[in-house]
Nanobody
Framework: QVQLVESGGGLVQAGGSLRLSCAASGRTSSNYAMAWFRQAPGKEREFAASISWIGSSPYYTDSVKGRFTISRDNAKNTVYLQMNSLKPEDTAVYYC?????????????????WGQGTQVTVSS
């Protein structure tokens, strides 16, 4: 079992930046791939980015590619999402998720572990 806690959300103007953090606890010695998803009001939860357990081969959905960067620090059991050039359409609750094994899966059902989410609001 692994527990995930997100932080770093907030209100930012369009064009601004935020960095989200996801702290993992529990069985963090296992090889967990990590991902960020987001859910806008009235919409399905959607994949944003993922990274392997060793921090290689980041994978992004097209809408965030070139603006968002996923990274992790396994010594701190933390994964990050650096979000630059934010747009109003990036407004959503952002969730951290974990799964054992390979990364790059974009469906929510592939991830058994979830955080509680952190709100990101981008004003125009």
């Amino acid at each position: 079992q692994v527990q995930l806690v997100e932080s770093g959300g907030g209100l930012v103007q369009a064009g601004g930046s935020l960095r989200l953090s996801c702290a993992a606890s529990g069985r963090t010695s296992s090889n967990y791939a990590m991902a960020w998803f987001r859910q806008a009001p009235g919409k399905e939860r959607e994949f944003a980015a993922s990274i392997s357990w060793i921090g290689s081969s980041p994978y992004y959905t097209d809408s965030v590619k070139g603006r968002f960067t996923i990274s992790r620090d396994n010594a701190k059991n933390t994964v990050y999402l650096q979000m630059n050039s934010l747009k109003p359409e990036d407004t959503a609750v952002y969730y951290c998720a974990a799964r054992l094994g390979p990364h790059g899966f974009v469906q929510t059902y592939n991830y058994p572990y979830w955080g509680q989410g952190t709100q990101v609001t981008v004003s125009s």
